[in-house]
């Protein structure tokens, strides 16, 4: 069965394994989330989970979201997300999930919000050279020619400057180091997107060796 939480970014640490070597890892707020809603094959035409993740003042909460969350006997949490399993008949609405459905050893796929960075030019936002540096040059980070003369337009696709950041990015198969139930952390070994305190999801590696 697919196992999946929705966690909170802290920040990047190092752990020791016991032969000394330092490991870089991530450390994630995962949960604990709340079940609230179950879809199932039969009467949504998919299997997946809702969780929600975060609570938060009952009345930033809007009616419709009050009602939805009633139904599920919890309080109003900020975040929903879905995450397809494989028989979502083994969840109950209200059940609670906690990090401890990971353990150490197992891979796992995060995604998040990559950090925004603005307007970025072609150096920066796609790898780019520049040209050479010297005064008489007069040619240093710019883009270059967009196209022939021809057809006298710009192709679609072409690498420009523009709008950097902010998208969505899953890094996959990740290892999961250390997990306390305790303090709701879960490590994993390297790099996630996003900043610190940004929302990810933590879900089974869909290409673990």
């Excluded at 697919?2 to 394994?17: D, H, N, P």
């Excluded at 070597?21 to 039969?42: F, M, N, S």
């Excluded at 883009?143 to 021809?150: D, E, I």
Aim: glycine share 14%.
């Amino acid at each position: 069965m697919a196992k999946g939480i929705i966690g909170r970014k802290v920040g990047m640490s190092q752990l020791f394994t016991p032969e000394g070597l330092a490991v870089p890892v991530t450390l994630i707020e995962a949960g604990p989330c709340r079940v609230v809603q179950v879809k199932t094959a039969a009467q949504d035409g998919y299997e997946a989970v809702q969780l929600g993740f975060g609570e938060m003042k009952e009345w930033r909460a809007n009616r419709p979201l009050r009602g939805h969350f009633a139904r599920a006997g919890t309080k109003p949490l900020r975040y929903l997300r879905e995450i397809r399993v494989d028989d979502a008949g083994k969840y109950q609405v209200g059940q609670e999930i906690k990090c401890d459905v990971f353990r150490p050893g197992e891979r796992v796929d995060v995604t998040g919000i990559t950090k925004g960075r603005g307007f970025a030019g072609g150096i920066k936002r796609h790898g780019f050279h520049r040209g050479p540096m010297a005064h008489g040059s007069k040619y240093h980070r710019r883009p270059g020619a967009l196209a022939a003369k021809a057809p006298a337009r710009v192709f679609k696709g072409r690498l420009l400057p523009g709008h950097y950041g902010v998208e969505r990015v899953t890094v996959q198969n990740l290892e999961v180091v250390h997990v306390d139930p305790e303090k709701n952390i879960l490590a994993v070994k390297g790099a996630v997107p996003g900043p610190r305190g940004g929302l990810v999801i933590v879900k089974e590696a869909v290409k673990a060796n």
